[in-house]
């Protein structure tokens, strides 16, 4: 018999076609809104399941899915699921790390760009019919070139990010947890500092971490007032590494510039003031969203959930200490 596997969310007809090869499928074609009782019943005789960033994976739910081996999220973040009690009940978690920095990465410089030449702005104000002649001192923006980019979270996707600015003469400054190696500094063009120096000294602050205990509001409102008044901020991460009530005061009462967000706390409902300011442009969690780059992101997915239910090993394994446990 084929181990059983749902699929929480509509993906590509090809990937379904490839979980079809392995296993008997329950899929969400029609793109459901599933809740918490929905997920529960259908996972009941499950084996595995591949999830989207919306699903919470929680303790309640994994007490109603006895069977559960391998959760096969598609995306590279997985704070929607809770990642220690898979791993206390030898549940294999997996995410899609590498398909989709190149992808975010260049979402942030369209963030970057869009923010600092008010990008959206300018389309709402000539839609909305307000453009009557050319003015020399209309929607004047920030250069780019030139100025000094802060990445906070030197990983793929910010070292991704890094080598764009090369493109555009900029000073990159750049805070981790650990210093990266010397080669990719080089590469990069980009110098370890402290967060405050970063704060202090950037034009642009743009955001590559995850989100986890320690980057909760790592950006709130002591951070803000640390940054220049003309300073732009940027998350394409994660929801929750900026307090969003501090950053619309801060927007709001000029502290910084502006600020480009692909991410939210609390998505979808993002914080309503968010709508009503002009020196921000919002995005709804697009970064990953090609063609291309979404598509391996599933096939990735569906690869680790085929690898784990068929040899235990899968190759985006996030928590290893489940296989003990298993
Ligand atoms: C990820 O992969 O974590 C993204 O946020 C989803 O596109």
């Known amino acids: ?13 090809e ?59 598609i995306a590279v973040g997985y704070n929607n699921i809770d990642v220690a009690e898979c791993t206390r ?38 839609r909305g019919g307000q453009w009557k002649r050319w003015e020399l001192k209309q929607l004047l923006g920030a ?19 890094a080598r764009r600015a090369l493109g555009f003469d900029m000073q990159v400054l750049y805070w981790n947890r650990h210093r ?16 405050e120096e970063l704060l202090a000294r950037s034009d642009f602050v743009t955001l590559h971490c995850p989100y986890t205990p320690e980057t909760h509001h790592l950006i709130g409102a002591s951070e803000l007032r640390k940054m220049k008044r003309t300073a732009i901020l940027i998350n394409a991460a ?46 709804p969690h697009i970064a990953s969203a090609t063609h291309s780059t979404r598509l391996n992101m599933a096939k990735k997915a569906a690869l680790n959930l085929v690898a784990a239910l068929t040899r235990g090993d899968p190759p985006d394994l996030v928590n290893p200490e489940a296989k003990r446990r298993g």
């Open 89 to 126: 009940r030898g549940i294999l978690v997996t995410n899609t790390p590498g398909v989709l920095d190149e992808a975010t990465a260049d979402f942030t410089w369209a963030l970057i760009l869009g923010a600092a030449r008010r990008l959206t702005e300018a389309e709402a104000y000539l």
């Open 180 to 195: 990266v190696a010397p080669e990719v500094e080089r590469r990069c063009n980009a110098t370890f500092v402290s967060k």
């Open 15 to 73: 990937v379904l076609e490839l979980l079809r090869q392995h296993f008997e499928v329950s899929d969400n074609q029609g793109d459901a809104v599933w809740g918490p009782e929905d997920l529960a019943q259908r996972l009941a005789d499950k084996d595995g399941v591949m999830t989207s960033i919306v699903d919470r994976i929680d303790a309640a739910l994994l007490d109603r899915a006895p069977r559960l081996k391998v959760v096969a999220n």
């Open 238 to 283: 994660r929801g929750g590494v900026v307090d969003d009530a501090a950053l619309v005061a801060a927007l709001r009462d000029g502290t910084i510039a502006a600020a480009g967000l692909d991410v939210y706390e609390n998505e979808p409902n993002l914080h309503p003031e968010f709508l009503r300011l002009k020196n921000v442009v919002l995005a």
């Open 1 to 13: 018999m084929k181990p059983k596997v749902l699929v929480t969310r509509e993906i590509f007809d």
């Open 143 to 161: 250069d780019v070139h030139g100025a000094t980019l802060g990445i906070i979270g030197m990983g793929r996707i910010g070292q991704a990010v």
